[in-house]
């Protein structure tokens, strides 16, 4: 498909579970982010790529918490024991070209700890 | 550490009227961006307008505007003609120059009454 793709679409993990979440860009969009949003709240900043490496990893809230990206283009997201206050709709967003471009999002993985 | 404020949780408007959503934000960027998205309840995140700091000119795309205060840091977005389809919740985000990681407001939602 032309947009980004996300998987799953849903997740539903027992606490103190690991969850490796999935994003696929756009072909050729080298900038990936990822962002977190709470139910009812806006969109947290996690982690930024440019091409395979990540400038700026400021919005990860703790060190269970980490992501990669290979070939410039597939990330996963990867919450290590995971904790009920994880629960909440993980979106992933790519760019192409200079940072005055918009981010392109997926349609995001809900996940759900119990 | 940039912030962004929306004070409207919700609002309605009648078809075919006009509203307009507030937006307000604070950064110490000398270059930065912003924009706004809309998230109907499919998830997807849709850019709808979005601003260069640096350009004077108000964005116009379509029935969509925004009226940009630079100095007040003031940012709203002004919907004419509402359709049915517009009913979303609208986020108001801010980029920085170097990354374009964005930080997002806490949404408004608005609904279009038939």
């Known amino acids: 498909g032309a947009g980004v793709s996300q998987s799953p679409s849903n997740k539903v993990t027992e606490k103190g579970k690991d969850v490796e979440l999935r994003c696929d860009p756009i072909?050729?969009?080298?900038?990936l982010y990822w962002y977190r949003q709470r139910l009812g709240q806006g969109l947290e900043f996690l982690i930024y790529?440019?091409?395979?490496?990540?400038?700026?990893k400021s919005g990860l809230p703790s060190d269970r918490f980490s992501a990669e990206r290979t070939g410039e283009s597939v990330s996963t997201l990867t919450i290590q024991r995971t904790q009920q206050e994880d629960s909440a709709v993980y979106l992933c967003?790519?760019?192409?070209?200079?940072?005055?471009?918009?981010?392109?999002f997926g349609d995001g993985t809900r996940l759900s700890i119990l | 550490a940039q912030t962004v404020t929306q004070s409207q949780p919700e609002m309605s408007v009648q078809e075919a009227e006009t509203v307009t959503l507030s937006c307000t934000y604070d950064t110490s960027e000398n270059n930065y961006y912003l924009f706004w998205y809309k998230q109907p309840p499919s998830r997807q995140m849709i850019l709808v307008i979005r601003?260069?700091?640096?350009?004077?000119q108000n964005a116009t795309e379509n029935r969509f505007s925004v009226n940009f205060q630079k100095a007040a840091k003031s940012f709203s977005l002004k919907i004419s003609d509402s359709q049915l389809g517009d009913t979303a919740m609208y986020f108001c985000?801010?980029?920085?120059?170097?990354?374009?990681?964005?930080?997002f407001g806490t949404g408004t939602l608005l609904a279009v009454q038939p």
């Open positions: 985000a801010c980029g920085d120059g170097a990354t374009n990681k964005l930080i």
């Open positions: 790529f440019q091409g395979n490496s990540a400038p700026d």
């Open positions: 072909s050729g969009h080298t900038a």
């Open positions: 601003q260069e700091a640096y350009k004077q």
């Open positions: 967003a790519s760019r192409f070209g200079p940072s005055n471009q918009p981010q392109h």
